[in-house]
Structures are given as structure tokens and as C-alpha cells.
């Protein structure tokens, strides 16, 4: 009798078990898992309520994520009959969390270079720009029109960014130390640390629209940064061999007008935290 009941026992416990995994299993389906630094505005930022359609970031009570990128994972995710959800990653833990598949697309801002398709593979671009330089209002450098204006300068960008690596092509440049993130760099151009950063039209309408003190230099035709290898777009990154994500991605994107960008992009700065 005994033998029995533990018999039956364990045969519940199994069917408990099973379950349970096809439950959480059935979960995974119905969510969009997106990575994004959260801390990158206009595209990704973090704000403490769901208000102008932020969305709540995984194991983050209190915490929702905003901007750019997560109105476009939206739509995905809209598009897919899925919930989306915001997995805050640092910016260097994104392509591993990607392939790893703690996330399933990658949003955040990011440029689909030749380097990081090594790692993962990139949808449409959903969004393209142009590079600019961000500098103190009121210093030498506000009215200047092309690179060879930032000769001696002290020049930064984000760390491993295609705006970190392009300030090699600025003559007699000095090239300062890498910043982990957009709020650091603001921080170190306002203390004096830095003369400018290297950023794009996004970041320049979002710092001029949050701060009295910085200011976006654009430069004349011809005497700005040379743009390769499609590093002024932004695309969504999908891990490698996935091509059923990656075409339902695209489809989304090809849906969505330019003009149609440009209004979810005022919204984003629009809506921005002033603090970002």
C-alpha cells in the first residue's frame, strides 16, 4: 500500500512538473523579450510611471522604459500579438543576452555595422540619421562648420560606438577617454571635462530640448563625418539563423512611413525625462 501511494505520488508530482514547464513554456510564447540600455534618449530611457506609453521593465518594480525604441518594438510586438516587454542590458551585454536568448531582438539604437552582424543579424534599418557634435553654448566651438574647427579639441563618445571611432577622422583631435553613456557624457561636457561629443540628430534635438547649456553643431556639405558601412542607421537586431523573427520584423518596418518615424521620433523627445 505504501509502495502505491508513493507511486501515485510521484506520478503527480511528474504531471505537476510538466505542467508547470508547458506553462511558463506558453508564457515565453506570448511575450517580446526586447534589450535596451534604457538610459540612451531620445531612442531608450528609464522613468518611474507607464505614462506616454512606457512600458514596464522585466524584474524592475517601479521602473518602465520610454522612447523611440520601445514605440517601435510596439508595434512589433502589436503586430506579432505579443506583450512586450523591456529587458535593461548594458550596452556591451546586449549581442551575448541576444545569442544567450535571455532577449529576443535587440532595440537600442544600434547601427548594423559589418563587425556586429559577425554577432547578429540585422533587420531594416528603422530609423537613419546624420552625425553631429555636441558642445558647451557660449564656447569657441558653438559656431563651428567643420571638423578641422575641432583641431586640439577634447573629444568624446560613447563607448564601442561607431561616434567613438569616427572622431579619427577629426585632424589633431585629442581624443579623450570613452563615456559608458549619454547622461555621463552631458555630465562630462558640462563640468569642462570634455569640449564636445559625437552624437546624432535624435541626441541633438533631445540635449537642446532638456538643457539651456548644450548645444548641436551640424556641418557645412562636405566637411562633417564620412559616413560607412550604414553606421548612421539604427536597425533591430535578431539572433542569428532566427530569419522567420526577422522577416515578420521587417514587415513591420516596411509598414511604417517616413513620415510616420519622424512624428513617433518628436514624440519620444517630446516625452523625454528632463534628467535623460
Keep these: 500500500m505504501k509502495k502505491l501511494f508513493k507511486f501515485v505520488t510521484f506520478v503527480f508530482i511528474l504531471l505537476s512538473l510538466c505542467a508547470c514547464s508547458k506553462t511558463e513554456e506558453k508564457a515565453d510564447e506570448d511575450v517580446l523579450k526586447v534589450g535596451m540600455e534604457c538610459g540612451y534618449a531620445p531612442f531608450n530611457w ?3 510611471d507607464d505614462s506616454n506609453g512606457a512600458v514596464g521593465i522585466l524584474d524592475a518594480e517601479g521602473q518602465f522604459a520610454g522612447g523611440y ?3 517601435m518594438a510596439q508595434k512589433v510586438a502589436d503586430a506579432l500579438g505579443k ?26 539604437g ?75 557624457l552631458r555630465v562630462a561636457l558640462q563640468s569642462g571635462v ?15 530640448s532638456a538643457t539651456d547649456d548644450l548645444v548641436s553643431v ?8 564620412t559616413v560607412t558601412d550604414n553606421s548612421n542607421e539604427v536597425a533591430c537586431a535578431v539572433k542569428i539563423g532566427n530569419d522567420e523573427l526577422l522577416k ?13 518615424r519622424l512624428e513617433i521620433m518628436d514624440k519620444a523627445i517630446e516625452s523625454q525625462p528632463a534628467n535623460e
Excluded at 523591456?86 to 535571455?102: Q, R
Excluded at 521587417?250 to 511604417?256: P, R
Design 248 to 260: 515578420k520584423v521587417n514587415e513591420v518596418f516596411d509598414g511604417i512611413s517616413e513620415e510616420q
Design 110 to 184: 544600434m547601427s548594423p555595422t559589418p563587425d556586429r552582424a559577425k554577432e547578429v543579424q540585422f533587420t531594416n534599418a528603422y530609423w537613419k540619421s546624420e552625425y553631429v557634435m555636441i558642445v558647451k553654448r557660449g564656447s569657441v566651438y558653438e559656431n563651428a562648420k567643420s571638423l578641422d574647427d575641432f583641431k586640439g579639441a577634447k573629444i568624446t563618445a560613447q563607448l564601442n560606438t561607431v561616434h567613438y571611432d569616427i572622431i579619427d577622422q577629426i585632424n589633431g583631435v585629442e581624443k579623450m577617454e570613452a563615456q559608458s553613456s549619454f547622461p555621463e
Design 83 to 108: 506583450k512586450l516587454v523591456i529587458v535593461k542590458t548594458e550596452w556591451d551585454g546586449l549581442p551575448p543576452a541576444l545569442k544567450s536568448g535571455k532577449i529576443d531582438l535587440i532595440m537600442a
Design 218 to 225: 551640424s556641418f557645412d556639405e562636405g566637411k562633417g563625418f
Design 46 to 48: 528609464t522613468q518611474i
Design 69 to 71: 525604441d520601445v514605440y
Design 194 to 208: 570634455i569640449d564636445g561629443y559625437v552624437a546624432e540628430v535624435p541626441e541633438a534635438k533631445s540635449v537642446e
